[in-house]
C-alpha cells in the first residue's frame, strides 16, 4: 500500500481543522504516506501548508455524512480511515500502527478503533445501564427472543449494544462499530449511508452493520482514540429524539421489528425521564 487516505468530514473553523492537523503533525510516521482530505460545508479558505498532503474538499451541504460521501470520491488510496475533527489519538504511533495492521489487512476486513472519554469506553454508562438486573432481563426476554445479549450486537429493536466488558481478544463477532473505522477503497460499492438532514444519530451503526451483512469481518484494533469530554449525565433530550428518529430508520432499512424498537424506546424514555428528575431535585 502506498499510502492511505484520511477522510474528515469537519466544520471547517479553525479550531477543528487546527485540532486535526496538529495530532497529526506530532505522529512518529513517515506522513508522505498519508494524504489528509477535509470535507469543509461550502467554501472554507484552510491552509494547506503542512509536512503532508492535505486536499479540502467543498461540500454544498453541512452534513457530516454527505461531507464524508464527498471526501471518499477525492481519495487516491487503497484504503480510507475515516473519523471526526474532535477526536484525538492516545499514542504518538497511531497513524504507524494503523497503517501495519491495513497492510496485514484482508479486503473483507474493515478495522475500528475505539473511542474512549474520562469513564472508559464510550458507551460504558450505557454498558452500566444494560447489566442492571431488571432492564437485561427484560431486553432478553422482550426484545432478543430470550437470547443472553453480547458486546457489538444489533438488536431486533435496533438498539446497538457496547462494549460490555472483556478482553479485545475475547470479544464475539462484532455486528457494528462506531464511525472511527479503516476499509478498503475497494469497499466502497458496498458502504450505505443513513443520511439525514440536521444532526446525525447512529449512521455509523447503519453503515458498519451492512458491511456485517455482506460478510466484512469488524475488527477492533487496540488503537484508541479520545473523545472529549462531555457531561452526560443529564439527559441531552435533543440528543435522545434525534437518535430515536434514525434508530426507527434503522429497524425499517433493516427489516427488524418494530414492536421491539418502541418497547425500546419506552424503556429508555422512562429511564431518562426519571434521571432527569433527579438532577432536577437533587
Not at 67 to 96: C, H, M, V
Not at 221 to 246: Q, R, T
Request: with cysteine.
Amino acid at each position: 500500500m502506498k499510502k492511505l487516505s484520511l477522510v474528515c468530514a469537519t466544520r471547517g473553523d479553525n479550531n477543528s481543522i487546527s485540532r486535526v492537523t496538529t495530532w497529526i503533525s506530532n505522529q512518529k510516521f513517515d506522513l508522505s504516506k498519508i494524504e489528509l482530505i477535509l470535507c469543509v460545508p461550502h467554501y472554507n479558505p484552510v491552509d494547506t501548508d503542512y509536512d503532508f498532503e492535505v486536499k479540502v474538499i467543498s461540500c454544498p451541504v453541512k452534513n457530516q455524512v454527505i461531507q464524508r460521501l464527498t471526501g471518499f470520491s477525492a481519495s487516491k488510496s487503497e484504503w480510507i480511515y475515516q473519523f471526526d475533527d474532535d477526536i484525538e489519538p492516545l499514542d504518538q504511533k497511531f497513524l504507524s500502527k494503523l497503517y501495519e495492521n491495513i497492510k496485514q489487512s484482508s479486503e473483507k476486513n474493515i478495522l475500528f478503533t475505539p473511542l474512549y472519554d474520562k469513564d472508559g469506553e464510550l458507551g460504558s454508562r450505557t454498558a452500566s445501564y444494560l447489566k442492571k438486573p431488571i432492564i437485561n432481563f427484560l431486553i432478553k426476554y422482550l426484545q432478543n427472543k430470550g437470547r443472553k445479549f453480547e458486546s457489538y450486537e444489533l438488536l431486533p429493536s435496533g438498539r446497538h449494544i457496547p462494549n460490555l466488558g472483556g478482553d479485545i481478544n475475547s470479544e464475539p463477532l462484532i455486528q457494528w462499530c462506531s464511525s472511527h473505522f479503516a476499509f478498503p477503497k475497494n469497499a466502497l460499492s458496498d458502504y450505505r449511508a443513513l443520511i439525514k438532514h440536521g444532526r446525525s444519530a447512529h449512521e455509523d451503526v447503519y453503515t458498519t452493520h451492512q458491511f456485517y451483512r455482506k460478510g466484512y469481518k469488524i475488527i477492533k484494533l487496540n488503537l484508541n482514540l479520545k473523545h472529549p469530554e462531555k457531561n452526560e449525565e443529564i439527559p441531552n433530550w435533543d440528543f435522545i429524539f434525534s437518535s430515536i428518529e434514525s434508530q426507527k430508520d434503522i429497524v425499517k432499512k433493516l427489516n427488524l421489528s418494530l414492536a421491539a424498537f418502541y418497547f425500546d424506546k419506552l424503556m429508555i424514555l422512562l429511564f431518562y425521564s426519571f434521571k432527569k428528575i433527579f438532577y432536577l431535585f437533587r
